[in-house]
């Protein structure tokens, strides 16, 4: 008989909340129903918050890149403003001068007499050396000024010869020196080749001798100072290019 009553109650218990519930809704339809009955709130699903950290994500990284072409436009307009470049000379000496767009190369080249022909490679800048020390003016801070340096490679060639005859030259602002003189197959070329002596440890009438070979081929000091802004102008040229590159592959990116 207790067990009866008990299942009585219990049936009544849900009877009743159920119908308390029905009720709430027809005659309070305002109320929420978490409030009525209230319900646990439902559950986020992973794909959806996935989604909502992607968006976060491409919303960061689009501030980003926009920002890193705000920077990437103002350089380029501050390097085309400061000092406008001039034409580039395309010829000095005789030489043909090919800038090499892209490359860290100065090419140059020019047929000398009948039989010779003449090839020169030029480095950017690869190296200083310090020429005085001079005072800032503000507080007596001492600078120290350098002279850049530019490295040259001077291949002669004679028809009907294989051998070819090179230079290995140091090109500073003002003066050429030569570093050392040596012969090479023009067809086959050795891993390691004997580069001669140095050319200071050479007899001092030779050195000169050697030098004024140069010269009259129109390799001077001259050329040395042309080749200097040359490859002044050239590193600037390239800085431009490579922040136009790069933009422009940030750019398609954002799209």
Known sequence: MAD?????RRRYAFH??????????????????SSITSLPPPR?????????????????????????LRLLRNEILYERDR?????????????????????????MGKMSGENEEIKIEVTMFDGSAPVAQSHDGRGGKVVEEVKLHITLIVSIFKAGYDDVVEFICSAWPDALDIDRVYLRARSVIPYQPYL???????????QASLFEFLEVRGIDDDLCAFLHKSVKDK????????LETVKSFVEKKVA
């Open 16 to 33: 009743r909340q159920s119908s308390q519930t029905v009720f709430e809704l027809l005659h309070y339809p305002n109320q929420t129903i």
């Open 83 to 107: 000092s406008p470049l001039e034409q580039p000379v395309m010829e000095i000496n005789g030489f043909a001068v090919d800038r090499r767009p892209g490359e860290q190369w100065i090419r």
């Open 196 to 206: 001669g002596p140095l050319f200071k440890e050479l007899d001092e009438k030779l």
């Open 4 to 8: 009866l009553i008990r299942q009585f």
């Open 44 to 68: 986020t699903s992973q794909a959806q918050t996935q989604t909502r950290r992607n968006y976060i994500s491409e919303t960061r990284r689009s501030a980003f890149d926009a920002n890193l």
């Open 235 to 242: 590193d600037r040229t390239e800085y431009i290019r490579w």
